[in-house]
Every structure is written in structure tokens, then in C-alpha cells.
């Protein structure tokens, strides 16, 4: 009963930690991953209480997609081309500017290396979130202080 306490006092199950989810939609949704809103979130619930949660998108993204994230209460950046600059700049924006406490990126793309060294630099737990196996970095994976593949 008092874990049941403990949760409820914490207000999170990640301990009071609050976390910026950011995703690398086009890296994330694909074909040949089967990937869940409500999963990718729940991965970072895990680690404390989301207060960031964006989904990167470019401009070809699909309005089902769009529409879907923002149901599940993501807000979605649409960039006009590439979307790792914008995902990367603003994920080391929240983690200088004392956003949250764990910094999770969702991707398979190592372009985002830098981005959680920076995190973790400035004392910010860093998660990396892959897709599935197949869309596992292994450079995210062994830079993060935790990693995790959806799917597993």
C-alpha cells in the first residue's frame, strides 16, 4: 500500500522527474515499424511526468498522423524540410533552459548523438527510444544513460 502512496504523493511513477519527449516522426513512422502514440508516450511516463511531448514531422507528414498526435496530446512541429536541426536545437534548448529532468529522444537516427551528450552534460538523464529492432542506433543507444526498443 505504500508504493500506491508513494506514486500518488510523487504525482509520477518516474519519482517527480518531469521529461521532454521528443520524436523523429519521419524515422519513427514507418512502414515497417509498428509504432503506438500511446506506447511511445507511456515509455516516458515511465520516467516521470511528460512535459514536453513533440512529434517532428515534415511537410509530407500524413493528416492522419497530425491528427492523431495532437488526440494524444502531442504537439507537432511541422519543419519545411529535414527535421533533425529543428528537433535536435530545441531538445538541447529544453535541457539548458531546465525544461525537464530526463531528455528521451524517439528515432533511429544517430544525427541526435550530440543532442543527448549536451543532456547529459548538463546533469539531464537522457533515454533513447527506438522504433523496433531494425531501427535500433546503436550510437543512441550506448550514448543515452537508458535505452529502450519498442517492440521488445
Known amino acids: 500500500m505504500s508504493g500506491l ?5 510523487s504525482g509520477t511513477r518516474g519519482g517527480g522527474r518531469s521529461v521532454g519527449l521528443f520524436v523523429d516522426g519521419p524515422n519513427v513512422f ?18 516521470g511526468r511528460v512535459a514536453v511531448a513533440r512529434l517532428y514531422v515534415n511537410e509530407q507528414a500524413p493528416a492522419g498522423l497530425i491528427q492523431a498526435a495532437e488526440a494524444h ?3 507537432v512541429v511541422t519543419t519545411s524540410g529535414d527535421v533533425d536541426v ?3 536545437v530545441d531538445a538541447v534548448e529544453g535541457t539548458v533552459s531546465g525544461q525537464f529532468d530526463v ?16 543532456a547529459a552534460r548538463h546533469g539531464v538523464t537522457t ?5 523496433g529492432t531494425h531501427g535500433r542506433s ?4 550506448r550514448t543515452a544513460h537508458e535505452a529502450v526498443t ?3
Open 5 to 9: 502512496r508513494d506514486w500518488f504523493s
Open 30 to 47: 514507418r512502414e515497417e515499424f509498428d509504432v503506438d502514440l500511446t506506447d511511445l508516450r507511456g515509455v516516458a511516463e515511465e520516467r
Open 73 to 75: 496530446g502531442y504537439e
Open 86 to 88: 529543428k528537433l535536435a
Open 103 to 118: 531528455l528521451a529522444v524517439a528515432s533511429r537516427d544517430m544525427d541526435f548523438k550530440p543532442a543527448l551528450e549536451t
Open 127 to 131: 533515454l533513447a527510444i527506438a522504433p
Open 138 to 141: 546503436d550510437a543512441l543507444q
Open 150 to 152: 519498442l517492440g521488445d
